[in-house]
């Protein structure tokens, strides 16, 4: 569905105004940082009291009333949840009543389980695009503007990147000078060299796309001897980038890499600076603590649970929400002079990752492309049991024979992995789906 006119320039006026505030908000004083912050809060509170049941009744149970809410530090008062307590009840969380008007409910198909779907409403939504300037003005440093520059995606179809992007194009109004030139590639989809020619002849400015995927994809071409020609910058986020393939890109190839914290639940949580060391928090847009030991707040150059509250999206109020990220606490301001708070690294998530014993990792998609490549069977799941332990489960026809196509997988995943893997390989009738029905394509049993 497209909007009307007038709610267009209403909306795009709206996000342009948010925009110009972003060459400015990022070094305000913390104090009034904090002051933005405490406002969204006790806005949110407010709302969640007045309309959202799971809220409603929680404070009531704990004796709350919104204005014990006063700093992010009171959102402990309220219950920790997490996407099972949210999954279990979603409805819970959504407000009562009309005048939740238009919005996007984003659909993001879980690696570890069932599909999740999360209401936001238009106005969260047009705030994270102009929070989303925060970034665009580190990115001009390297790509040399704001605006009109080229901008590729290697995210898979259907992506949370592309159901917002979708929004954004159907519900806004972007003078074509204010904006970017942007297109989408599903990673993993074509082969390589097709792949690497797709890449080519956009001719990104920026390449973005999963961490683990990235450096993956350049190594490759190097190993093909393919030439990928190189970007300004590249932008990962959605899962880790090893650091072996973050030193490869930055110091082997001169490009610059930047990782951005983002997720369905709260869109833009953070951004890497010029400086390319920890992530600034966009905390006047998501209060966030790092918990460690014990549920106590992680000090500094300390590991935890990232713990969450989306300030802006009225939709589906989420607060205090145990994400399912693990981050290191920053030891201190960084040096950029951002004045927006930092956390130190983002250890990310282990879904879809193989990890190897010397510290490398390798995405599904990338191994399933050579997997694929090497055997000529379309259905394959990796199972990793440890550390040189694999089951590959293998459904369908083998063009060359079930017996070479079994010698080649275990031939290829031994190349992959770059050691000598115990490797089965098991054919069945078909690959066994997950609760969500989708079926993954690598499962790996080793806590990183
Ligand atoms: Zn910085």
């Known amino acids: 569905m497209t909007s009307g006119i007038a709610s267009r320039l209403m909306w795009s006026a709206y996000t342009l105004a948010h925009a110009a505030m972003e060459s400015r908000i990022p070094w305000e004083d913390p104090d009034s940082l904090v002051r933005r912050q405490n406002r969204r809060l006790r806005r949110i509170i407010g709302f969640a009291w007045e309309r959202v049941p799971f809220y409603r009744d ?7 009333r919104p204005d014990d809410f006063r700093t992010a530090a009171d959102l402990h008062l309220l219950p920790l949840i997490d996407g099972h307590v949210y999954g279990g009840n979603p409805h819970l969380f959504q407000p009562t009543g009309a005048g939740r008007g238009a919005g996007l409910t984003l659909q993001s198909s879980g690696t570890s389980g069932r599909t999740k779907h999360l209401r936001h ?20 440093q390297f790509t040399g503007r704001v605006t009109g520059y080229r901008e590729l995606n290697l995210v898979r179809d259907g992506s949370v990147a592309s159901q917002i992007r979708s929004f954004y194009e159907q519900h806004l109004w972007t003078p074509r000078r204010a904006d970017l030139t942007r297109a989408f590639l599903t990673p993993g989809e074509l082969p390589l060299e097709a792949e690497i020619n797709r890449i080519n002849e956009f001719r990104p400015d920026v390449l973005m796309g999963y961490g683990s995927y990235l450096g993956a994809l350049f190594r490759a071409a190097q190993q093909r001897g393919l030439e990928i020609r190189p970007p300004k910058a590249i932008v990962y986020g959605a899962d880790a980038m090893p650091a072996l393939d973050r030193a490869y890109l930055e110091s082997g190839l001169g490009i610059p890499v930047l990782s951005t914290y983002q997720s369905t639940e709260a869109l833009r949580i953070g951004f890497q600076c010029e400086r390319r060391a920890g992530l600034h928090l ?12 014990e549920g106590r707040t992680a000090g500094p150059g300390e590991a935890g649970d990232v713990i969450i509250s989306n300030l802006t999206n009225h939709a589906t109020v989420l607060l205090n929400y145990r994400i399912g990220d693990v981050a290191v606490n920053a030891a201190g301001p960084c040096p950029c002079g951002r004045t927006l708070p930092v956390i130190g690294s983002l250890e990310g998530r282990c879904d879809d990752i193989i990890h190897l014993a010397d510290g490398r990792s390798l995405h599904a998609l990338q191994v399933m492309r050579r997997l694929r490549s090497a055997s000529g069977v379309e259905r394959l799941q990796v199972v990793q049991f440890g550390h040189g332990r694999y089951s ?3 459904a369908g026809d083998a063009p060359n024979g079930r017996q070479a196509a079994t010698s080649a997988l275990v031939a290829e995943l031994s190349a992959l992995t770059g050691c000598r893997p115990s490797v089965t390989v098991d054919w069945v009738e078909a690959l066994p789906a997950g609760a969500n029905g989708k079926t993954r394509l690598v499962i790996s049993e080793l806590r990183k």
Do not use: C, F
């Open 392 to 394: 590959i489960r293998a």
């Open 121 to 140: 409403d238009s106005r969260s939504l047009y705030l994270a695009l102009a929070h989303g300037h925060r970034q665009r003005r580190v990115l001009a």
């Open 282 to 293: 966009s905390i006047d847009a998501v209060a966030v603590r790092i918990a460690g030991p």
């Open 58 to 64: 929680a404070m009531e149970k704990r004796g709350l």
